[in-house]
């Protein structure tokens, strides 16, 4: 038995519409030109602002959704795909999805995707893995900065013996030697607290005592054989930062 339906109404619309699932049909040119009462509520606009807007404008760059529609344009096929990240400021947060894209036979490179939202205890699994893996490379820096410190703890010891007994001339670099082991331990200790978040200690320093620093450790390593000319200007006054990490800039620009 046929029901007559008011004026103005369709009855593939009012199905769609009591469907508990985001569903969009998606244009050859990306364009969303059919949006479901869910899926205005999903993508946070109505059916007219999706109807101007591409898909690309509401899910992250390179979402896999993107490639998938494509996917099921050029094959002609419907695909699945589960657990995709689609997390955009314009969703409004968090979205893990289920994605059910088919292409539409009448409607030649038009594609309907239809999205069922994840669990809560999904969405949760997965946090629990990125901090599982968060916790995984923190227990990696503190073994490796573990290992690093000990050889560095005999050289800075041999240094100091070395600066008892040398000349003049060979203690400043036996200081040298030293002051950067500190140096290379304080970058380690940074490692061993790489999930933390602690503000960088800044004090005043000297720029010109810093790049005399540089400069004597590329003259008694990498750069021996390159003539270096400091021109400082006198008049600059001391920065607020950390003397450690100056080091490692200028280091690495040398």
Avoid: C, W
């Avoid at 760059?61 to 689609?86: C, H, T």
């Avoid at 894209?101 to 490179?109: F, H, M, N, T």
């Avoid at 997965?126 to 050289?155: D, F």
């Avoid at 001391?238 to 690495?252: C, E, G, S, T």
């Amino acid at each position: 038995m046929n029901t007559a339906l008011p004026a103005g109404l369709n009855l593939a619309t009012i199905v769609l519409d009591t469907i508990r699932h985001p569903v969009i049909m998606v244009a050859p040119d990306g364009r969303i030109v059919f949006a479901n009462a869910e899926a205005e509520d999903f993508f946070r606009s109505s059916a007219s602002v999706l109807a101007r807007s591409g898909l690309e404008r509401f899910v992250p760059f390179g979402s896999p959704l993107l490639s998938l529609v494509e996917q099921v344009r050029e094959r002609r096929a419907p695909f699945n795909e589960y657990r995709v990240d689609i997390s955009s400021p314009l969703l409004g947060g968090e979205r893990l999805v289920d994605l059910y894209v088919a292409p539409v036979a009448e409607l030649p490179g038009h594609v309907v995707v239809l999205f069922q939202e994840r669990s809560m205890a999904d969405k949760i699994d997965r946090q629990m893995t990125h901090r599982g893996a968060a916790r995984s490379v923190s227990g990696l820096a503190s073994m490796l900065a573990h290992e690093i410190k000990n050889p560095l703890s005999g050289i800075r010891g041999a240094a100091q013996l070395l600066e008892s007994v040398v000349s003049d001339e060979d203690r400043a670099l036996a200081r040298l030697i030293t002051d950067e082991t500190d140096r290379i331990v304080a970058l380690v200790d940074r490692m061993e607290v790489f999930s933390d978040e602690r503000p960088i200690d800044r004090q005043p320093v000297n720029i010109h005592v810093v790049l005399d620093h540089v400069k004597a450790i590329a003259r008694n390593g990498f750069a021996s054989n390159v003539r270096i000319v400091a021109d400082y200007d006198p008049s600059l006054p001391p920065v607020h930062a950390n003397r450690d990490q100056l080091v490692q800039v200028f280091l690495n620009l040398v």
